[in-house]
């Protein structure tokens, strides 16, 4: 019996001891809200689009050149059995992408009955950022641009514009393909 106390009183001593040297959980004040959104680069500047908006992103696939379009409509691909429209967003812009090909990626978004493909200069993937360092001044871009901006968030020595693909499904210029 004494040797059953002896090793009670061994885990007591060892419980107290664990309890003396642990740590706290982080409090609930330490925890930020973030905003997450589908990084990418065109024209130079760094973009992000809010998760909601982007279905997914590819490699540009192979896609057939369409008669009678404007220069930034590339031409139509099928992606798993859907055609898919594909624009080339700096053309839209008004100059042509940058960087290398085999960077360039898809960017599909799939608002409302809008099924379209946005060619864009690489995708950096999911981008995080604290919600309280929003700008709402987007920041040096051109003119062309910013009527689809909302603002920026700032990450090391970079700006992120918030690209909003539903502004640019709305806009008539975009939503008129064909040539004039």
């Keep these: ?84 429209p594909i624009y080339d967003m700096a053309n839209f812009f008004g100059t042509s992408l940058s960087g290398h090909r085999k960077l360039r990626r898809v960017l599909v978004l799939e608002i409302g009955g809008l099924y379209t493909g946005l060619m864009v200069d690489q995708v950096f993937g999911m981008q995080h950022f604290p919600m309280d360092t929003y700008q709402e001044e987007a920041g040096h871009l051109p003119a062309e641009v910013k009527p689809f901006v909302e603002g920026c968030y700032p990450a090391g020595a970079h700006l992120w514009s918030v690209f909003n693909p539903a502004t640019l499904a709305t806009d008539e210029r975009f939503a008129d393909a064909a040539m004039a």
């Design 1 to 84: 019996m004494p040797e059953q106390q002896a090793a009670f009183r061994a885990l007591l001593d060892l419980a107290q001891r664990t309890r003396r040297s642990a740590k706290g959980l982080p409090a609930q004040l330490d925890i930020r809200p973030h905003w997450s959104g589908v990084g990418f680069s065109l024209l130079g500047q760094r973009f992000v689009a809010p998760m909601g908006q982007v279905s997914e992103m590819l490699e540009v696939p192979g896609y057939t050149h369409l008669p009678n379009v404007q220069a930034w409509v590339k031409g139509v691909a099928n992606v798993r059995g859907r055609l898919l």
